[in-house]
């Protein structure tokens, strides 16, 4: 906690135990979620990246700069969809 307030950060810090009486009191409000934890959810729908499947470190990293790209093609609203999923 002292190292993130010696670099100028806020930080959000709250206990899973605080954060579900949270939820119980006031059941309309949604839980925050880290940036980290969506990314790592958004990544791990591809299959091919969860197993690593791939022998070579530039293969794999290839595969992971095309799930990049199409995750952020994904949330641009398009009036076609022109890729599944």
């Known amino acids: 906690m002292q190292i993130i ?3 100028g950060y806020i930080p959000h810090v709250v206990s899973r135990k605080s954060e579900a009486q949270h939820k119980k009191r006031e059941p309309m409000h949604k839980a925050r979620r880290w940036v980290v934890e969506a990314c790592h959810g958004w990544f ?3 299959r091919k ?9 530039h293969t794999f990293i290839a595969l992971n700069h095309l799930a990049a ?3 952020a093609l994904r949330k641009i609203s398009l009036l076609v969809n022109i890729i599944y999923g």
Not at 49 to 57: D, Q, T
């Open 5 to 7: 307030l010696a670099h």
């Open 44 to 46: 791990n729908r591809f």
């Open 49 to 57: 990246l969860l197993v690593r499947y791939e022998k070579l470190e």
């Open 69 to 71: 790209a199409i995750i």
